[in-house]
């Protein structure tokens, strides 16, 4: 079934009964979830599990092949692992990019691109270099602020920092849960890493192997601003605790 737009302004995501192959290989068997508006949900699930197939299908880029998924919000927005910068264009034209194909003129997406550059904590110089003359962790930062700049309300993060050294990451992870805040957004983040979700999310969805469901769900109540490392490490031992959570992600683990 084709995926569906939810009624009512406060509706969240509802994922239901999706399943999914490709040619004869099956990803999602039977995936259910929801996430309330205004939240952070993260898949965590071991490698090709589906984890991306899933996330394209939230952003209406692949179509499940059979169950639905439904949710009300009007422009999502995608931040790859890759940051897929036209290697052409400077910082500044790449964040402007998606404001194309918006009806506004070309010094208001200027405009718009230029204070996005701050707001990633990109210098003012930065934004007429091109790819090639930006590190890989201001390569993401310019890819996040091309995906804020078209004022998405669904932000969808496919492995964003993964190929960031850990001390970027974490720098990052607190600029886009902070952004995410501040402008009220939903988001719907991917990774392998228990930390991280711990870190980010407010509902971990962990799944299983391909085919995969969704082996267990996981709330976490506490303020971004109070999640130190010690409060990381207890959520991913009592993530790990869960015998459904622990059989999910052994294959990543024993790898």
């Known amino acids: 079934m084709s995926t569906a737009a939810a009624t009512g302004r406060d509706s969240g995501l509802t994922v239901a009964g ?30 090709g599990c589906g984890k991306s197939t899933l996330l394209a299908m939230i952003g209406g880029l692949l179509v499940p092949a059979r169950g639905d998924i439904a949710h009300a919000f009007r422009r999502p927005a995608f931040v790859f692992q890759d940051p897929c910068l036209l290697p052409w264009r400077n910082a500044r034209d790449n964040i402007a990019f998606g404001l194309k194909a918006l009806p506004i003129g070309r010094a208001e997406r200027r405009a718009r691109a230029a204070a996005l550059v701050a707001t990633v904590g990109l210098k003012e110089g930065d934004a007429d270099k091109y790819p090639h003359e930006l590190s890989g962790g201001m390569r993401q930062r310019v890819a996040l602020a091309r995906a804020l700049a078209v004022e998405p309300d669904l932000l969808l993060l496919d492995e964003p920092f993964s190929s960031l050294d850990v001390g970027l990451r974490r720098h990052l992870q607190s600029l886009v849960r902070r952004l995410i ?15 991280e979700a711990a870190r980010l999310a407010d509902r971990v969805f962990v799944m299983t192997a391909a085919p995969s469901r969704i082996a267990a769900q996981h709330d976490i109540a506490r303020p971004f601003a109070d999640r130190d490392d010690g409060f990381v490490q207890a959520e991913v031992s009592r993530l790990l605790a869960d015998a459904r959570v622990a059989q999910a992600l052994a294959v990543e683990q024993a790898g």
């Open 18 to 47: 999706v399943a999914h192959a490709f040619g004869a290989e099956p990803v999602l068997a039977d995936v259910s979830l929801a996430l309330p508006r205004g939240r952070i949900g993260c898949l965590v699930g071991p490698s």
């Open 181 to 195: 805040a501040g402008r009220s957004l939903t988001a719907v983040l991917v990774t392998h890493d228990l930390a």
